[in-house]
């Protein structure tokens, strides 16, 4: 394994979408198309995120993990009633952790019937809960997910609010969660984050969750930001936000062989 990038997704056209989908990609993007962007940015593996706007069905996503084994980890978007038997089932696929993205959508209730025994499922996985919410709701999301046992993953620098940046008071209390050693931030999706974000970030996290805590990811293939990026384009930001290689190769390999690998095997 010699670097990771732990945030992509694939899909194709025609595929379903969840109810109530803000999102329609008009272009596939296929594993294969995925896999060059890999091989031609000197990355060897990959995390799969199941797209939001194709809800739980994860058919695709598996399909490709079956068919990649050795180059892809998934992340699985799931109903919180899901049993263990199909659980198991994707784990035996490649998934190691369920994604919630809760942009437009109300905090999950994780004390109240389902999610007390899905959280306790996923714990006993040693899987992880990725979370894609505003900055504003980590003081009430971590709490109980760090309760029940499960590691949390926090998207795209755990979005604070583009007129805070760092000094918003929810990202300041994910910091504070580096503490705990069962936090991860993924450094990606830049874009998706008020200008100069990366730059007053990624000291405060560095000195709260340490660079074994980072990971990296593309987020390929950019979804609604096709025309403003590209993966070259994101790959070369990490060089300039971790400019030892050392750092990089922490957060490009050791961390995510640990959080994703490991998982399961």
Do not use: C
């Amino acid at each position: 394994m010699t670097a990771v990038d732990s945030h992509a997704h694939v899909f194709k056209r025609g595929l379903p979408l969840a109810a109530h989908s803000r999102y329609a990609p008009d272009y596939d993007a296929t594993p294969e198309d995925y896999i060059r962007n890999l091989d031609a940015n000197g990355m060897s593996k990959g995390v799969l995120v199941q797209p939001s706007f194709l809800g739980t069905d994860n058919n695709y996503l598996l399909e490709a993990l079956r068919r990649f084994p050795d180059r892809f980890r998934g992340i699985a978007v799931v109903q919180p009633d899901i049993q263990q038997d199909a659980l198991r089932e994707l784990t035996a696929a490649g998934v190691v952790g369920i994604r919630l993205n809760l942009i437009g959508a109300q905090n999950p209730q994780f004390d109240v019937d389902p999610w007390p025994m899905l959280l306790k499922r996923l714990a006993d996985l040693n899987w992880q809960v990725e979370i894609q919410a505003e900055g504003r709701r980590w003081p009430e999301l971590l709490p109980l997910l760090l309760k029940s046992g499960v590691k949390v993953v926090a998207d795209h620098f755990g979005k604070p609010d583009p007129k805070l940046g760092v000094d918003d008071p929810g990202f300041q209390q994910l910091l504070k969660a580096g503490s705990t050693d069962r936090v991860w931030v993924k450094i990606s999706g830049s874009y998706r984050n008020g200008a100069g974000l990366p730059a007053l970030a990624i000291p405060l996290l560095r000195e709260n969750f340490g660079v074994d805590h980072l990971v990296w990811g593309s987020d390929w293939p950019h979804t609604q930001f096709e025309t403003k990026t590209n993966y070259a384009d994101v790959r070369r930001e990490l060089d300039m936000w971790l400019p030892n290689a050392g750092d990089r190769r922490t957060v490009l390999r050791d961390a995510p062989r640990k959080l994703f690998w490991t998982a399961r095997d």
